[in-house]
């Protein structure tokens, strides 16, 4: 499609407010020659067009998600070592095979966990992996955005400082964000507090602060995974800000064991949160207290975490669990509505990421955009029903079964449901013939 164009839908969710979210009737979305958003509102108040393409689409359009924390290139690893808890899936099964899987697969899974999320609205995803070069060319070619956390840790055989160089070394030659349309933004992915030596972790600090880089980190996700640090700081949370990493951009996945001190000093610190609750469920590691961390202020996102511990990367999902969990550990069926839920993945995942050209749909804003249609029995009623249904049927009932298209930056990346820029099945191929080599 040329630039500039106009898309007519029926109802679109700008998803622009922090407490609510307005359906916007009869509406018109421009987007403008360099794949940003000129206009999003009611079709009356539209500017007058200029040779513009004009597309008109049925149901809705909504912000492209945010996963706000992911492991994508574990589409390899699917399904391995699904029965065990946290720590002994990781020592026993995931570091084991991930030991064996080197560049080609490692970008082989990337592109079919990018292809999968697109296919399912998520257009950002905050990746933590190794071969950071090699997720990046991933995405670049499926036409995705990603925020790259380049994994750090101590394992043997594996130089932390190091990895931190080489992390310092490509956001200096390359900047924080590149790609077309600043697809890929890189940093710093310290696994944890418990894999990493207190040098470590300052060290990183030392190296992000300054450049502005982002620190993508696991944190208290387990009960027993971080009982020394608990020892000798009191909390991860304080440790992490001991060494000075939250002076600077923190996005810290999982958060299931923090304590009501822990989410203050996150909440006084600027920290994003990931929220992962369907990883967090199936492995057993707790519900996080989402609503504290709400009620505190803190911007929390949400993440599928990797397709190996969910084990799908269905934002939707999590959306969906985030509310119903929300409202189980609470007993109270308000503590989360589905307003709130969608918007914890659009406007929440951005503001978690500390982004500002994502997630909403406003003037300015790359035009990650995606369409839903309405063909499903959970959409019988229409769209003319009351706002509040409309959204309780596209959270509850609809989910990604009915995302058509999807576009970055103005980029049509999935038409018909089918990713544009590559074949899927042979990115399926591909990953089948990986997982085999992993498995061996």
Not at 314 to 336: F, G, I, K, P, Y
């Amino acid at each position: 499609m040329p630039f500039p164009f106009r898309l007519h839908a029926p109802a679109l969710l700008p998803c622009d407010r922090d407490d609510d979210c307005p359906v916007v009737r009869d509406a018109a979305l421009d987007i403008d020659a360099t794949g940003r958003i000129s206009y999003a509102g009611p079709r009356a108040g539209a500017p007058a067009l200029n040779d513009a393409t004009v597309t008109e689409l049925d149901g809705i359009l909504l912000p492209g998600l945010i996963n706000a924390h992911a492991h994508s290139p574990m589409t390899v690893l699917r399904g391995m070592g699904g029965d065990l808890p946290l720590l002994r899936w990781l020592r026993e099964v995931i570091w084991p095979a991930e030991a064996r899987m080197g560049p080609k697969e490692i970008r082989a899974g990337m592109v079919l966990g990018s292809i999968e999320m697109l296919r399912h609205g998520v257009t950002t995803s905050a990746e933590m992996y190794f071969q950071g070069d090699k997720v990046a060319d991933a995405v670049l070619t499926t036409g995705a955005r990603a925020v790259i956390g380049c994994p750090i840790i101590d394992l043997p055989g594996m130089d932390w400082r190091a990895m931190i160089t080489e992390v310092d070394r490509w956001i200096d030659a390359d900047g924080l964000r590149f790609g077309p349309a600043d697809r890929i933004e890189i940093g710093y992915g310290p696994h944890s507090a418990y894999m990493l030596p207190e040098d470590a972790l300052r060290a990183i600090a030392e190296s992000a602060v300054p450049r502005g880089a982002l620190m993508q980190v696991h944190v208290a996700e387990a009960r027993d995974e971080d009982v020394s640090q608990r020892e000798g700081h009191g909390s991860v949370p304080k440790l992490l800000d001991a060494v000075g990493m939250l002076d600077g951009r923190v996005l810290a996945a999982h958060c299931v064991h923090m304590s009501d001190e822990d989410i203050a000093l996150f909440a006084r610190r600027g920290v994003g949160v990931a929220h992962c609750p369907g990883s967090n469920a199936k492995l057993a590691s707790g519900i996080a207290r989402l609503t504290d961390l709400q009620a505190a202020g803190i911007d929390v996102g949400l993440g599928t975490d990797g397709p190996a511990s969910n084990d799908d990367l269905d934002l939707w999902h999590e959306v969906q669990l985030a509310a119903m969990l929300a409202r189980l550990s609470t007993r109270d069926s308000t503590a989360l509505s589905a307003e709130e839920a969608l918007l914890m993945s659009t406007r929440g995942g951005a503001a978690a990421l500390g982004r500002d050209d994502i997630g909403v749909l406003e003037p300015g804003r790359w035009a990650d955009l995606v369409h839903v249609d309405l063909d499903d029995p959970t959409f019988a009623g229409g769209i003319d029903v009351p706002d509040e249904q409309l959204l309780a049927n596209l959270v509850w009932g609809a989910g990604s079964r009915r995302v058509r298209d999807v576009w970055v930056a103005g980029e049509q990346v999935v038409s018909a449901a089918e990713p544009t820029k590559v074949d899927r099945a042979e990115a399926q191929r591909v990953v089948r013939s990986a997982g085999a080599k992993v498995r061996v």
